[in-house]
């Protein structure tokens, strides 16, 4: 079959991808001389500001045109974060549905993100038969990079990560909170950056995202697309509110332009830089 048109291949409208390209990342980075790559946040909520509904469950927030929208930002990226929650939740595949990525008409692995899990002490069992490294195996997705903060996989996971052309990078645990295992995401960028990866977007869960609009971290990001669905799914759901400073330092974003996708509005914008 030509893989053009594989069953799963989704079509995302041209209009659609000009009015996003403001909040993509531009070829331009790719001379950047910043020491981290374009980051880019983002998720679908409900009208709760909830991204799942209870923590640990996947959930069906976005409709069939938005997330064609996903597949499309995940192709105009280097690589895809979800942290240690959201591997062990979702059995994610991380992978570009896009016609005419790789394994969907186009060459090899072209337009293919390298998915990036936080993982900082081996949470995440995975399998052989874990989704992501099914479509590793039928050359629709590219193998997985661990983040973690200590040489911490089993000699089984280690092969699996390293027959798929997967790796561990290492990242020195963070001296800012000493009750848990974390990792500066300044730290993680830069060590991304180092492997050559220019654009990163990260698609949650709600750990990763409130912490990384922490105001300490919020001036990594470039760029925010938020989907949302028409739906609430309640107090018990995985609530997106990250900390404020207590100062006057407001978490806002310029630029902001909203698409209407099926049922869905996405929010596109640039958060505030301080000054
Ligand atoms: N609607 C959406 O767009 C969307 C997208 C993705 C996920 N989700 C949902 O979100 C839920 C999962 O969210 P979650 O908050 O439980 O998990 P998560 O944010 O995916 O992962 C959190 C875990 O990742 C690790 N981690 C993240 N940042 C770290 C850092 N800077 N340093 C060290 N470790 C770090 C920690 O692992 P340890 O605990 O091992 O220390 C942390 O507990 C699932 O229900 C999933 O379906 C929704």
């Not at 990078?169 to 974390?182: E, F, M, N, T």
């Not at 830069?190 to 750990?207: C, F, H, P, Q």
């Amino acid at each position: 079959m030509d893989s053009s048109q594989h069953p799963d291949a989704l079509e995302f409208p041209s209009q659609h991808k000009t009015a996003l390209n403001p909040y993509l990342p531009s070829r331009k980075v790719s001379g950047s001389s910043d020491d981290k790559p374009f980051i880019t946040l983002t998720y679908a909520a409900s009208l709760d500001s909830r991204i799942a509904a209870a923590p640990g469950q996947r959930t069906l927030l976005s409709g069939a045109e938005s997330k064609a929208m996903t597949h499309f930002l995940r192709s105009q990226h280097d690589a895809i974060l979800v942290g240690a929650g959201t591997a062990a939740a979702d059995d994610p595949g991380l992978n570009c549905r896009l016609r005419g990525a790789g394994g969907y008409g186009g060459r090899e692995l072209e337009m293919q993100p390298r998915p990036i899990v936080v993982d900082p002490r081996g949470r995440w069992a995975f399998t052989q038969s874990s989704r992501l490294f099914s479509l590793v195996k039928e050359r629709r997705g590219r193998a997985p990079f661990i983040v973690a903060a200590v040489d911490c996989l089993s000699t089984r996971k280690r092969d699996i990560l390293s027959a798929h052309g997967g790796k561990c990078i290492i990242v020195p645990k963070s001296s800012r909170d000493d009750d848990a295992v974390r990792m500066a995401w300044r730290d993680i960028f830069r060590a991304l950056k180092s492997e050559g990866i220019k654009s990163v977007m990260v698609e949650g869960g709600g750990d990763v995202i409130n912490t990384l609009l922490d105001p300490a971290d919020r001036m990594l990001i470039d760029s925010v697309i938020v989907t949302i669905a028409p739906t609430w799914l309640g107090q018990e759901g995985v609530a997106i509110s990250p900390r404020r400073d207590g100062g006057d330092n407001e978490l806002r974003l310029n630029n902001v332009m909203w698409l209407t996708l099926g049922q869905d509005a996405v929010l596109c914008g640039h958060p505030k830089k301080e000054s």
